[in-house]
């Protein structure tokens, strides 16, 4: 069975290196981009299908709603989740509404986020995405401490996007 493929756009290398990892251990294929004009390219050139589109909301340039727009006037078939550190009401102030049933908010774990893709790729067999991420216990694939991002795995220790 082929894997499904996750078009990812986040403008902060460490959370796409975090949700990159994430998403591959969950045995899916990721395209990454670190801007919507990158993810644009990729949407309209990449030969295999694109079933999700994992964005943040917030970002330099296109935010990630028009993003989406424009990935589903490509590519009608690709679903789209949404995330940000702002809340769903911030992001709703400030005029874009997302729905709430593609959104995460940031921080979130392994799990939440594999659910959610799962809810979002109904139609593109979700038997595809693995249940669990592995000897995650519980923790964020994505941490906020003190402004600073950071990959945390198992009891409190810091490892590197490897595991390290």
Same mark, same amino acid.
């Given at each position: 069975m082929r894997s499904l493929t996750v078009l990812l756009v986040d403008d902060d290398s460490a959370v796409r290196a975090c949700l990159r990892d994430a998403l591959e251990v969950a045995g899916l294929a990721v395209l990454e981009?670190?801007?919507?004009?990158?993810?644009?390219? =990729?949407?309209?050139?990449?030969?295999?299908? =694109?079933?999700?589109?994992?964005?943040?909301?917030?970002?330099?340039? =296109?935010?990630?709603?028009?993003?989406?727009?424009?990935?589903?006037?490509?590519?009608?078939?690709?679903?789209?989740?949404?995330?940000?550190?702002?809340?769903?009401?911030?992001?709703?102030?400030?005029?874009?509404?997302?729905?709430?049933?593609?959104?995460?908010?940031?921080?979130?774990?392994?799990?939440?986020?594999l659910d959610r893709l799962r809810n979002v790729a109904r139609g593109f067999s979700p038997a595809g995405i693995r249940d669990r991420a592995p000897d995650t216990r519980g923790t964020s694939v994505v941490t906020q401490v003190d402004g600073v991002l950071s990959r945390e795995h198992g009891a409190g220790r810091r490892t590197d996007a490897k595991g390290r």
């Open positions: 981009a670190a801007d919507a004009k990158a993810a644009l390219a =990729i949407a309209a050139t990449a030969p295999q299908a =694109i079933e999700i589109l994992l964005t943040d909301v917030l970002m330099p340039g =296109i935010d990630g709603t028009e993003l989406a727009r424009r990935v589903q006037r490509l590519r009608p078939e690709t679903g789209v989740l949404y995330m940000s550190g702002c809340s769903e009401a911030e992001l709703a102030a400030r005029g874009l509404l997302v729905d709430e049933t593609a959104f995460l908010a940031k921080p979130f774990g392994p799990n939440v986020l």
